[in-house]
Structure formats: C-alpha cells, structure tokens
C-alpha cells in the first residue's frame, strides 16, 4: 500500500550542485504535482503533469525542471542549487475530477548550504 | 489580494472545546473547496471536501458560501488529537478533464491543550 513515494526523505547540497528529486505513485494516477513548502508558508506549486509525456509550470517553476516519461514517475530536477531552494518538497497525484483529492508523498527536507 | 486567505491563528483550546476556522478565496471560477490537515513535519492529508450544501463527517462541520466566497470548518468536542495545522485548499480548472491544481492556505495552526 505504498500510494507516493518520494526519495530522499533528507538532503545536504551545496551552493551550485545538481540533484533528483525522485517521486513514484502506484496508483495509476495522471495527474501529479511538485510543491515547496517553506517555514510557515502555504505550499507552492512549482510543476504538474497531467499525464505521461504532458508537464506544464505553476507558481515557481525557476530554478527546476521536471520530465514525466511513465505514468508512475514524476522527478524533479534541481539545477544550480541555491540557498532560496532550501525548503520541503511535496510530490503529489491524483486521478482527474473536480473532487478527488490529492494524495501526499511523505516530502524530502533539502538544504543548500 | 490572497487568492486563499485564513485565520492567521494560532488557536490554543482546551479540550472538549468548539472551535471555527474561516477561510476566503478570491477567484469566484473555484471549483472544489477542502480542508487538507497536517502534523508537524508530515505531509497535508485530506480531511474532508466541502461542498456547497455544506457536509458534516463526525466531529467535524464543512460549510461553503459561493455567494461570499467563504469556507468555514467547525470541530467540535476537540480532541488532542486534531492538534495540526488546518489548510484551507480551493481547486479550480477548466472541465472536461483538463488540468486541475490546487491552492493552498497558509494554514491555522490549532493546539489542543489537556
């Protein structure tokens, strides 16, 4: 019962650096959704997918970039990390409808130090 | 203007209390309304949708106001457990299947004190 699942749970980068940001769902879900969180903030949406090979940006798409090749997975891809990227970051899915709700991957907490 | 906008809170209640978070939404094309719940560090979790009937799952009390483009969520008889921070989420997108994102609310955060 897996639902979304996002790896890592924790990550330290410095100033510059590259990294993936992994998310997966195993709910056959075509819409999925990357947000930020920062301290006491709403949750951001930087990228959504509605479907494979479909991605378009939200609110703070700068900085990121996201490809949605297969149904179940949605990475997010950090270029040239800066310390305004520190924050939670929340992938999310759902199936389409006006009423179905989102459901949460657990969030991976990034630093850029 | 915010396009969700709520309670800045903190709420502090003790338990057995009643307590009301409000919350406007700003863009009158909004389709969905829900309150998302979520504990410290955790990820936000549906807790109920709302609709324009208004709809009531236990202890818990969802009301909509289109006209004034008002939510509302009332807890009654808090437990210590419903300690979290309450985000008020409004969706809105084109039908037929298009795209739909939601937005969220800063949050009010509720303590439930022994």
């Known amino acids: 019962n897996a639902g979304v699942t996002q790896t890592p749970k924790f990550r330290i980068l410095k100033i510059g650096q590259s990294m993936t940001l992994q998310c997966t769902q195993d709910?056959?879900?075509?819409?999925m959704y990357w947000y930020r969180q920062d301290p006491g903030m709403g949750l951001k949406l930087i990228y959504y997918?509605?479907?494979?090979?479909?991605?378009d940006k939200g609110e703070v798409p700068n900085g990121y970039n996201v490809s949605r090749s297969t149904t179940e997975d949605f990475p997010l891809r950090l270029e040239l990390a800066a310390p305004s990227q520190t924050s939670v970051y929340f992938c999310?899915?759902?199936?389409?409808?006006?009423?179905?709700?989102?459901?949460f991957g657990d969030g991976t907490r990034l630093s850029i130090l | 203007r915010k396009e969700v906008e709520q309670d800045p809170g903190p709420f502090n209640v003790p338990e057995g209390a009643t307590v009301a978070f409000n919350c406007t939404y700003s863009n009158s094309a909004s389709q969905s309304f829900f309150w998302y719940r979520q504990d410290c560090r955790k990820e936000p979790k549906l807790l109920m949708s709302?609709?324009?009937s208004g709809n009531e799952d236990g202890r818990f009390t969802a009301q909509l106001n289109r006209a004034s483009q008002y939510i509302s969520l009332l807890i009654r008889d808090s437990k210590l457990s419903d300690s979290a921070t309450y985000l008020c989420v409004v969706r809105w997108g084109n039908s037929g299947g298009s795209n739909y994102k939601l937005t969220f609310g800063k949050g009010t955060l509720l303590t439930v004190n022994p």
């Open positions: 709910m056959n879900h075509n819409y």
């Open positions: 997918s509605v479907g494979a090979g479909i991605t």
């Open positions: 999310a899915s759902s199936a389409p409808g006006a009423y179905q709700p989102q459901h």
């Open positions: 709302v609709y324009s």
